[in-house]
C-alpha cells in the first residue's frame, strides 16, 4: 500500500541543522508531490513547502524560505526537509504528506520528533 | 495567507451524538478544504476532500459539506474511535493554511 515512512527522532542544539528523510513506497515516486508540514507543541499545522519529486521543481512558505530546503532522491524514493539554524521554536514534529487530488494529503509519514535544546 | 478558523476547539460529547465542526475561510476557497482527523502521538488521516467527498475507507457517518467560506464537517453517530482532534486545511492558494483543530472529548 503507499505509505511514507520517516527518519528517526532528532536532537539538536540551537544553531545547527536537521535533515529529516521520507521515503515512500507503493506508488511511483515521480509522479507526485511531497509536503512538508510541521507541529509544534500545542500549534496548528503549518505548512513549510514541497516538492515535485519527478521535476524537482519546490515551492516553500515565506517563514521558512531562507532556512528550508527540500531535496529529493529519485533512485531512493525519498525526500528530505533540511531546516537550518535551529532555534527553540522549532521543537515539532516534522511530517511529510503526498498530494492527493486537488491538493489534500494522503498518506502522511509517521512524524519526525526534532527537539532543540541546548 | 488565508486564514482558516475552526469552531469549536473543543467540545465533549457521547457516543451515539452527531457533532457537527465548522470552518471559515478568510477568502472564497470554492471546495479546495480537507479534513483530517488525528489520534495522539499519530499524523493526521484524511477524511474528507473537495469539501464533500468521503476518502476511501472512512466511515459513512462522517460527512461534508460547504463552499466558498463557510464549511461544516458532520459525523452522524458518534463511535468510541472517534475521540481525537479533527482539522480542517484549505489548499486553494499556498500557503496551505489549517485550522487550529477541534478536539473531541467523552
Known amino acids: 500500500q503507499v505509505q511514507l515512512l520517516q527518519s528517526g527522532a532528532e536532537v539538536k542544539k540551537p544553531g545547527a541543522s536537521v535533515k529529516v528523510s521520507c521515503k515512500a513506497s507503493?506508488?511511483?515516486?515521480?509522479?507526485?508531490?511531497v509536503h512538508w508540514v510541521r507541529q509544534a507543541p500545542g500549534q496548528r499545522l503549518e505548512w513549510m513547502g514541497w516538492?515535485?519529486?519527478?521535476?524537482?521543481?519546490?515551492q516553500y512558505s515565506q517563514k521558512f524560505q531562507v532556512r528550508v530546503t527540500i531535496t529529493r532522491d529519485t533512485s531512493a524514493n525519498t525526500a528530505y526537509m533540511e531546516l537550518s539554524s535551529l532555534t527553540s521554536e522549532d521543537t515539532a514534529v516534522y511530517y511529510c504528506?503526498?498530494?492527493?487530488?486537488?491538493?489534500?494529503?494522503?498518506?502522511w509519514g509517521q512524524g519526525t520528533l526534532v527537539t532543540v535544546s541546548s | 495567507a488565508i486564514r482558516v478558523t475552526q469552531s469549536p476547539s473543543s467540545f465533549s460529547a457521547s457516543t451515539g451524538d452527531r457533532v457537527t465542526i465548522t470552518c471559515r475561510a478568510s477568502?472564497?476557497?470554492?471546495?479546495?478544504l480537507a479534513w483530517y482527523q488525528q489520534k495522539p502521538g499519530r499524523a493526521p488521516n484524511l477524511l474528507i476532500y473537495?469539501?464533500?467527498t468521503l476518502q476511501s475507507g472512512v466511515p459513512s457517518r462522517f460527512s461534508g459539506s460547504g463552499s466558498g467560506t463557510d464549511f461544516t464537517l458532520t459525523i452522524s453517530r458518534l463511535q468510541s474511535e472517534d475521540f481525537a482532534t479533527y482539522f480542517c486545511?484549505?489548499?486553494?492558494?499556498?500557503?496551505?493554511?489549517f485550522g487550529q483543530g477541534t478536539k473531541l472529548e467523552i
Open positions: 504528506a503526498r498530494t492527493y487530488g486537488s491538493g489534500s494529503y494522503y498518506p
Open positions: 507503493g506508488y511511483i515516486f515521480s509522479r507526485h508531490t
Open positions: 516538492i515535485n519529486a519527478g521535476s524537482g521543481k519546490t
Open positions: 477568502q472564497d476557497i470554492n471546495s479546495y
Open positions: 473537495g469539501a464533500s
Open positions: 486545511q484549505q489548499y486553494y492558494s499556498y500557503p496551505h493554511t
